[in-house]
């Protein structure tokens, strides 16, 4: 049993887009609530992220009572999205996942994001993520699912673990682009408090009221190595993570969590380490 302090709590609405912190938030089996149930799709219905759009990283997305978003980017005015009306969906795909989702009503808010991007992109909403769309089923529990974020319904990471990899890029070659803040890796839970990359052996931990099992570490993409305030890329942190922190050809900084149980987490609550 070991112990730390949840320091922060981050929500994004729409997937890819530019995170919100808060002092609270209400976790769902499928992970935080209103966390990733938006996100963009191109003409082919795949998903569209920071991977493949780096501006992204500019673009916000406020998230409003009800469940709808209000989209903020630069050079863009701000637009307000409600949830579909309609109860139709349509087949989209994410990574692997084939999922049903509803497009957003009309055509401003596809406009809104076409414009932005210079390339057709549509907003589309997951109404069900009850039952829309499974955790991997290597390394799930019966009746898990997840929202629209990659694979797992939360992502935490540490304090000291962000520590101990900017010390290692300080010591590289590209040492001028650190140090990196916490948002490259775009986590919903921040925890302080504990060793570095001791979450890497953590499988049961609680927060606050609410218990998590943590099915597997976190490989990282080139996600991480865009500046979440210019969009610009380097090279860091993969070239240091494949240096330091490679294990069966991925790139580990991270836990992900699956809940165990409903409640609400807040900033300041301890960290429990079950197993």
């Not at 596809?110 to 992109?121: M, P, Q």
Request: net charge neutral.
């Amino acid at each position: 049993m070991g112990y730390g302090q949840l320091q922060s709590i981050h929500v994004h609405p729409v997937k890819a887009f530019r995170g919100t912190a808060h002092p609270e938030a209400v976790v769902e089996p499928w992970g935080l609530a209103g966390d990733r149930r938006w996100m963009l799709i191109d003409d082919g219905g795949k998903v569209v992220t920071q991977r493949q759009q780096p501006r992204l990283a500019l673009a916000a997305a406020e998230l409003l009572p009800g469940g709808g978003v209000r989209l903020s980017a630069p050079g863009m005015d701000a637009l307000t999205v409600p949830v579909p009306r309609a109860v139709g969906s349509m087949p989209v795909e994410i990574f692997r996942d084939k999922v049903e989702a509803a497009l957003a009503d009309g055509d401003t808010a596809h406009a809104w994001c076409s414009t932005y991007l210079g390339v057709d992109a549509r907003l589309v909403y997951m109404a069900d993520p009850a039952t829309s769309r499974p955790v991997d089923p290597e390394y799930a529990l019966p009746g898990e699912t997840v929202s629209f974020a990659d694979g797992y319904p939360l992502l935490l990471t540490g304090t000291a673990s962000l520590d101990a990899l900017n010390s290692l890029i300080a010591q590289g070659d590209h040492a001028h682009e650190g140090p990196l803040p916490m948002n490259r890796f775009r986590p919903n839970v921040v925890v302080s408090g504990t060793a570095a990359w001791a979450e890497d052996d953590w499988s049961r931990i609680s927060i606050g009221e609410v218990t998590f099992r943590a099915p597997k570490k976190c490989g990282r993409c080139v996600v991480t190595t865009t500046d979440q305030s210019t969009a610009e890329r380097g090279r860091e942190p993969l070239l240091t993570l494949g240096r330091h922190r490679r294990l069966g050809g991925k790139l580990l900084f991270g836990q992900n969590l699956v809940p165990l149980s409903r409640g609400t987490i807040r900033v300041g609550d301890p960290v429990t380490i079950l197993g």
